[in-house]
């Protein structure tokens, strides 16, 4: 019997706690913004585009705290966060998905160029989407991080992101 009211206490506590969580969080206005652009044709290689990013998606500055998700509609191509600073950052990315990935008589998959396959495996491997955090304003990213496209095909491409904001505006 002393079991079954202390379980009730419990389910009661928590009753109130939760109810008082809802009635708090209510007063947060949560917000939505999504917008989509295109990235400027670059043939291969890993490329910064942090402030490419920024100047595609002025909501941020509209946001106390938040989540910016990126999302690359393409399948041989990568967003990753890396080093901003040092330019051989670039070229060891590069070279050093090219030996995961080399071009080859390794794929069955060969229609649309010796640079496809690879290329479909790099961007797996790297992922196409990101989420960043947003505080203040600004992208929460650490003092060296920035925002890279991988380009894997040689020829230059025209790229398009999704980019999607979840969260607290000013």
């Not at 202390?6 to 969580?21: D, K, P």
């Not at 393409?74 to 950052?89: F, I, Q, R, W, Y």
Request: with cysteine.
């Amino acid at each position: 019997m002393h079991f079954a009211w202390t379980l009730f206490a419990v389910a009661q506590a928590i009753f109130i706690f939760n109810a008082f969580i809802w009635k708090n969080q209510s007063s947060i206005a949560m917000s939505w913004d999504q917008t989509s652009f295109s990235l400027s044709p670059r043939s291969k290689g890993c490329y910064l585009i942090t402030d490419e990013v920024v100047r595609s998606v002025p909501q941020i500055k509209n946001y106390k705290v938040g989540l910016l998700n990126l999302f690359l509609q393409h399948t041989s191509a990568g967003l990753t966060l890396n080093e901003n600073c040092d330019p051989d950052v670039r070229e060891d990315m590069t070279s050093s998905l090219d030996r995961i990935a080399p071009e080859g008589d390794y794929y069955i998959h060969a229609d649309e160029g010796p640079d496809d396959m690879p290329g479909h495996v790099k961007s797996s491997t790297v992922g196409v989407s990101l989420t960043i955090p947003i505080l203040n304003g600004r992208l929460a990213t650490g003092t060296w991080q920035g925002i890279w496209l991988c380009e894997f095909r040689r020829y230059k491409h025209s790229r398009k992101i999704v980019a999607t904001i979840q969260g607290e505006k000013k």
